[in-house]
C-alpha cells in the first residue's frame, strides 16, 4: 500500500473536526441574527436612540419658577419624603393642597418648629398633631425660601399619581405596548432555548464523530496490521507512538514547567504584599438586619436623611436611634429587628454597628468637598448602595485608586469666580485639556497626608 495514503488519514481527520466546528459557529451565529431579528430591534439604532434619549434636555415643568421648583423637589427627597407623599398619606398627611389648607406664613414657622406650634395652642396643628397620635414631626434648620421652594414643588405635584391612574386611553395604550413587549420577551426567550437545544445537540454529535473516528482509526490500524504488502517506511509509520515519557523528561518542557511554576509563585506573592491592608468586599454582619435596598432603594430614602452631615462635615455620620425611631414609632413596631432599636434606646446605649468603610488615619478625606462642593453620588465610591441588602465595600479605596480619580475627574468651574483666574492660567499651559482635580494640585502629597 502507499504510504502517502496512511498519511493523509490524521489529515483527513483534521478537516473534518474543522468542519463541524465551522458548522457550529455558523449556527451560533445565525441563531444570533435570528434573535435579533425575533426581538425585532436593531441594535444600532437602539443605541442611536438611546444617546438621543439621554442627551435631550427635559421638559421644564409647568408654572411656576422651574429653578424653585427643582430646588424643592430637592429639598422635598432629602427632609420630607421619608415621612410624606404629594398625593397620599405615609406616615404624616398627604401634602397636595397643602396652600389651601394653611398659608405660607403657617407653614413656614410649622416646618421650622412644629413643637413650639403645637405648643402655643394653634388650634389646627394641635388637631393635626393629634390626629396622627402624637407623632412629633423633628425641626428642620430650612430658610424661608427654600420652604417656599419645597411648597412649590409639592404644588406643582398635586394631582399628578390621580391624572396618570384616570387615564383610559393612554392607560390602555401603556397595557397593549406592555402586551406586545412581553409578546417580543416570551417570543425571544422561545428562540434562545430552542439554539440553546440545537448547540447541545451539535456538541454531543461532534463528539460521537470524534470517537467514531479514532474507533475507525484503531480498526484501520488493525486491518493494516494484518497485510503482509506494506514496506519498512510503512510499518514504521504504522507503529510509530508518541514517546510521553522522553516529552517529560526533556529538558526544555523541565525548563518550561519550572519557569511558569516560579512566575506563579511571583505572581501570588506580588498580590499578597499589594493586598495588605486591602478590604474590598469587606461584608460584616450587622447587629440589625438594616436594608439599604429597602430604604434607599424601594423607598428612594435619601442618604442624608440618616447621615445627616454626609454634605456638611468630614465624616458621614452613623444615624443614631432617634432618626429611625422617626418612622419606627408607627412602622413596622412589632419587628424583631425594630424592638432591638428600642431596648438601645430603653438602656441608653447606642447601637453597636460595625463599620465597612474605613481609611488609615495617615489619609485625609473630607465627605463635605466631594459631595457638597464636587457633587459626587454616593454610588461613586460607595457603589449601587440602593441594591444591598448588606452592605459591603464596594470600591478598592486604595491610594492608587483615588488619585485616578482625581486625574480623571473634571472640576465644574461653571459660575464659581474662585476657579477663573485657575482656568485661564490652565488653558494658557495645557490648551485643549480638561480642568481636572489634579490640575488644581488634587495629586500633591500634602493635600491628603499632613
Known sequence: MNSNRLRSLPQLLLALLLTFAGAQQAVAQASAAAEVK????????????TAANATAPAAAPAGGDAAAIAAGDALFKGNCAQCHAVNEQVVGPALGGITKRRPISWLIPWIKNSSKVVASGDEYAVALYNKFNKQQMPSFALSDKEITSIVAYITSEEGKATAVAGAGPTAGNAAATDGKT?????????AGKYVDILLIVLVVVLIVLVVTLVIIGNLMKDVLRGRKDLDGRDVEILEQRFDWGKFYRSPVMRGIVGTVFALVLLYEGVQSVMAVGLTQGYQPTQ??????????????????????SVYKAKSANI?????CMNCHSQIKTESPEIKKIYRAIERKQPIQWVRVHNLPDLAYFNHSQHTQVAGLQCQTCHGPIQNMEVVYQYSAL??????????????NSKDNKYYDNLVKLHDTKNAGAPFTVSSNGGTECSKCHY
Open 287 to 308: 447587629p440589625i438586619a438594616f436594608s439599604h435596598k429597602l430604604h434607599a432603594g424601594e423607598h428612594q430614602i435619601n442618604c442624608a436623611y440618616c447621615h445627616t
Open 398 to 411: 486604595t491610594m492608587g485608586w483615588c488619585i485616578n480619580c482625581h486625574r480623571e475627574m473634571p472640576i
Open 38 to 49: 425575533t426581538n425585532g430591534v436593531d441594535p444600532g439604532a437602539t443605541a442611536g436612540a
Open 319 to 323: 444615624p443614631s436611634a432617634n432618626i
Open 182 to 190: 412581553d409578546g417580543a420577551a416570551g417570543a425571544a426567550e422561545g
